[in-house]
């Protein structure tokens, strides 16, 4: 039984980055085939919302916390993640795991320039990570030819980057196909990687408000911003529940 948190029905590990890439690495060295979700408080609300997608992602291997509210919320809960376990960082290391290893990375999503940027970047940074192919985004899901390109290739690790819900279906529906391989949703890494957006300032990070500098930066995401006062609300619930004893509960 993994050591986890659950959160309004989703159980996140209990894990930091470094010890969360050195569990990945373990399934890497034992082939093992391994479902990762990196979910913010977005994600939890959407999937409250969307059964198929909550049976996928309770069907993940690893949810990792990747927002600052799902850190906050556990604390709350009284069950405190020791820090945030964000899609960008554990793939950063997972590339530095693979430079070590030798490992292949395919990558998958985003535009078109923009995964070719994010390939080349890599092949510079990590010259030891074997580049097993890559493929934009802009495709059907029901188009199972992307899923075989990818599985003839092989892959380690495969970073999927369709933005969620997406990048979840695609893992979920293909991942049977394939014998090994770490499959993780990475959301707008390659945009990042690429150059063509940056990252929050450290300091911003360390107040943790990098959720603030994208909303800054990109006004338009304020709809998806909304379910984070809902989300707050549903974990102020769990917590109320959580602390009606028994013998409190009223009669049914």
Do not use: C
């Amino acid at each position: 039984m993994k050591n986890t948190v659950n959160i309004l029905g989703i159980n996140f590990i209990n894990t930091t980055v470094k010890q969360f890439v050195h569990t990945l690495g373990s399934h890497i060295e034992n082939r093992e085939k391994t479902f990762v979700v990196t979910a913010n408080p977005e994600i939890v609300m959407d999937a409250r919302k969307n059964e198929t997608l909550m049976n996928i992602i309770q069907g993940a291997d690893y949810v990792t916390a990747d927002g600052i509210g799902i850190v906050k919320s556990a604390g709350l809960l009284g069950v405190p993640l020791p820090e945030r376990v964000p899609g960008f960082d554990v793939t950063m290391r997972l590339l530095k795991l693979a430079n070590k290893k030798g490992l292949s990375v395919y990558l998958l999503g985003g535009k078109d320039r923009v995964v070719e940027k994010a390939a080349d970047r890599i092949k510079s940074d990590f010259p030891n990570v074997k580049i097993a192919g890559y493929h934009h985004g802009y495709f059907d899901l029901a188009d199972d030819q992307i899923m075989k390109t990818v599985e003839s290739t092989k892959p380690d690790i495969i970073l999927v980057a369709l933005g969620a819900p997406r990048q979840e279906q695609w893992i979920s529906k293909s991942m049977p196909s394939f014998d090994h391989g770490i499959f993780i949703g990475v959301g707008g890494t390659f945009d990042v990687i690429a150059g063509e957006a940056k990252r929050a300032p450290e300091i911003w990070q360390k107040m943790n408000l990098e959720w603030f500098y994208r909303l800054v930066r990109q006004p338009s995401r304020w709809k998806r911003q909304m379910a984070l006062p809902q989300f707050a609300f549903k974990i102020l619930q769990q917590k109320l529940q959580k602390n009606i004893t028994p013998a409190d509960k009223p009669f049914m």
